[in-house]
């Protein structure tokens, strides 16, 4: 991953409940092969066990809380 085209993902694709939510990581795991993903999310907590992924905390990085 990270040489790919780019794909952008919001919350949308994890609110199918917890069985959704479990296959959408593992679409997002296999599709980083080939892409850099880009997630927008207000539930980090929904992403933080992907395998490889870099979180980034945009408040944090404008200075906020």
């Known amino acids: 991953g990270g040489e790919g085209p780019v794909a952008v993902c ?4 994890c609110s199918a ?14 599709a980083a092969a080939d892409l850099q993903i880009l997630g927008l999310t207000c539930h980090p907590a929904r992403y ?4 490889g992924a870099q979180m980034v905390d945009l ?6 809380k």
């Open 59 to 64: 408040p944090l990085l404008r200075g906020g």
């Open 48 to 51: 933080e066990n992907l395998k």
């Open 10 to 13: 919001g919350d949308a694709l």
């Open 17 to 30: 409940g917890a069985g959704g939510a479990a296959r959408s990581r593992g679409l997002l795991e296999n």
